[in-house]
């Protein structure tokens, strides 16, 4: 069982940066991928940035060129660097983790979940 702890949400004002940070048990998954993920109130879950066992950084599109994933393998720990956020960007964030590849940005079959941190923007 792998366990996922997220933090460093919080509040920002419109155009800010935060820096989400997930740490994970040791795993040693030969593919994988681990992810963000963001659900506001009302909206479906989706796929915000992941990185997979080969280095592959997908985005959404509403968020390239604003947000940065990296991962630190020695300390198997995932980050989100966020800049430049949006009111819209409101939202509890979630790191993720599953044990193959493809897909990364899909939520849907990702095995384990971490407690999510909230994150605010404000006008």
């Known amino acids: 069982q792998v366990q996922l702890v997220e933090s460093g949400g919080g509040s920002v004002q419109a155009g800010g940066s935060l820096r989400l940070s997930c740490a994970a048990s040791?795993?040693?998954?030969?593919?994988?991928?681990m992810g963000w993920f963001r659900q506001a109130p009302g909206k479906a879950r989706e796929g915000v940035a992941a990185?997979?066992?080969?280095?592959?950084?997908p985005y959404v599109g509403s968020v390239k060129g604003r947000f940065t994933i990296s991962k630190d393998n020695a300390k198997n720990t995932l980050f989100l660097q966020m800049n430049s956020l949006k009111p819209e960007e409101t939202a509890m964030y979630y790191c993720?983790?599953?044990?193959?590849?493809?897909?990364?940005?899909?939520?849907?079959?990702?095995?384990?979940w971490g407690q999510g941190t909230q994150v605010t923007v404000s006008s």
């Open positions: 040791r795993y040693t998954y030969s593919r994988y991928c």
């Open positions: 990185i997979d066992s080969d280095g592959v950084t």
């Open positions: 993720a983790l599953k044990p193959r590849g493809g897909l990364c940005l899909d939520p849907r079959k990702y095995n384990y």
